[in-house]
């Protein structure tokens, strides 16, 4: 290892590497891999196909990158096992700070096990990365390749204290790939904030978005509309799970992809999904994020309610803190880790029972319950919870009950532990 970039402490790289670029084709993308490549080094680009909403083809990303002299750009198509994914965290209810469905932790586990099965095959001993130094996504994608690669090592760019310095902003990077003739157009209309999306969701943030005092509805739906906005007769939607995975939307069987799809398009006509968030970072700062994940929002609500018809309560209170805990692992950067996987593997004992066929009216980022049926496996027993006379639960006898608690209540009293 030498001093002069790329070869340096802060890269980590040496002569004979090759480089596998995870890129989106955007101005990142092609600033740093003719970068790398004008140096000597060996580079391959990688894009997951994750049924990226605001992507009309993902093919588009081989010709944006060829340009910049790659000899490869590898799409690996990993939309069923995001949708796995998806449905994963569903069963988990895996919702992190203010309600946000990890679109993003859900999908960085998913990328990256999946494009180090590609970089493998392609003889690939570097993964490099496009997330910046200052948020989540550098350490999910470096703890995701050390556990499953740990002899790949990681490039990050965007703690390259040189690249830092060469380009400080677009226009450098503009500037760098008009010299060597490489075209690159920015949107028309520039966005006042950025955006990741997937399957699962969309993530809106940073730029006007970093200010507190910039409204949320700043914010264009690109997965759905506003409530406002949303039609103004209610749509009914009916959804059948099956030990806690959705199985059906509307009478018609579905696989995981498309209940996601099918979710996404309802909800989101629906104005169903849209979140705010001032989120707790990785590396403790604050982050504020506008999210859209009507698909996820729609499913989650539906399962739920048929949890709640099969969930005792003490099986509830020890649901939540796997939830949480799988939740916090999801955005950490930490799905493989063993407490998460046997936490998850806890959740889907206690969805066992979570079968039922639920039917919500949808109005205006609304969603009503209308009725759960086809449910073998309910606790609710009409007859036991009427407060009409019935066939059920006799009042009489809890009274032996009430007397059993008044022993434990007035030694409390009489010991002075309680405070009043």
């Not at 309560?313 to 999801?330: E, G, I, W, Y």
């Amino acid at each position: 290892m030498t001093d002069t970039w790329p070869y340096t402490k802060q890269t980590g790289l040496v002569k004979g590497d090759v480089v596998g670029c995870c890129v989106s084709g955007g101005l990142d993308s092609k600033t740093i891999t003719h970068r790398l490549l004008a140096a000597g080094i060996d580079v391959i680009c990688f894009t997951a196909d994750l049924g990226q909403p605001d992507e009309t083809d993902i093919m588009e990303v081989k010709e944006k990158m060829r340009p910049t002299g790659v000899k490869e750009t590898v799409i690996v198509d990993l939309k069923n096992e995001m949708a796995e994914g998806c449905f994963e965290a569903l069963m988990a209810q895996a919702c992190y700070d203010g309600g946000y469905w990890q679109s993003t932790g859900i999908g960085r586990h998913v990328t990256v096990k999946g494009l180090i099965k590609a970089m493998k095959e392609r003889g690939v001993n570097v993964l490099s990365h496009g997330a910046t130094g200052r948020g989540n996504d550098q350490m999910r994608f470096e703890r995701y390749t050390n556990v499953i690669a740990p002899d790949m090592r990681v490039y990050a760019p965007w703690r390259d204290p040189v690249l830092l310095v060469d380009f400080a902003g677009r226009t450098q990077m503009l500037d760098y790939l008009a010299k060597f003739g490489i075209k690159h157009e920015l949107p028309k209309t520039k966005k006042r904030y950025s955006t990741d999306s997937n399957l699962a969701g969309l993530s809106n943030e940073a730029e006007d978005l970093e200010s507190l005092e910039t409204p949320m509805t700043i914010v264009e739906p690109l997965m759905g509309v506003w409530p406002k906005d949303a039609p103004d007769t209610p749509e009914t939607v009916t959804l059948r799970f099956v030990k806690g995975r959705c199985t059906a939307i509307n009478g018609e069987e579905v696989t995981p992809l498309q209940a996601m799809l099918m979710a996404n398009k309802i909800a989101g006509r629906n104005g169903i999904g849209l979140c705010h968030a001032l989120e707790n970072r990785l590396l403790g700062t604050k982050s504020r994020g506008v999210y859209e994940a009507p698909g996820m929002t729609l499913l989650g609500k539906g399962l739920e309610f048929v949890y709640q018809g099969t969930i005792d309560r003490r099986s509830l209170q020890l649901f939540k803190v796997l939830s949480a805990h799988v939740a916090d692992m999801l955005y950490d950067g930490r799905y493989f880790d063993p407490s998460c996987q046997a936490s998850l593997t806890a959740i889907k004992q206690l969805a066992e029972a979570a079968t039922g066929t639920i039917k919500m009216e949808l109005y205006k980022g609304n969603m009503l319950y209308l009725a759960l049926t086809d449910m073998p496996h309910s606790l609710y027993k009409e007859e036991d919870s009427s407060m009409e006379a019935s066939s059920g639960l006799n009042p009489v006898s809890s009274q032996g009950y009430a007397e059993i608690q008044k022993v434990e209540a007035v030694a409390l009293a009489e010991a002075g532990l309680i405070r009043y």
